[in-house]
């Protein structure tokens, strides 16, 4: 019988690296692993498309 309490896998929005719990950064609703990551998402969504 499979166990009922498995642990969600997470990667970070940016780099799809796989996070372990002790070392995640949670802002808008998406899991980062670093601030640098968080920075650099934020920041591309920001640039305007051409």
């Known amino acids: 019988m499979a166990d009922s309490k498995?642990?969600?896998k997470v990667n970070c929005?940016?780099?799809n690296k796989p996070?372990?719990?002790i070392k995640r950064y949670y802002?808008?609703?998406k899991?980062?692993?670093n601030m640098k990551c968080f920075i650099a998402?934020?920041?591309k969504a920001a640039a305007p498309e051409a």
Do not use: A, I
Request: charged share 40%; hydrophobic share 10%.
């Open 6 to 8: 498995e642990s969600k």
């Open 13 to 15: 929005g940016k780099c």
């Open 19 to 21: 996070l372990k719990r």
């Open 27 to 29: 802002r808008n609703g």
């Open 31 to 33: 899991f980062y692993c």
């Open 41 to 43: 998402s934020k920041q």
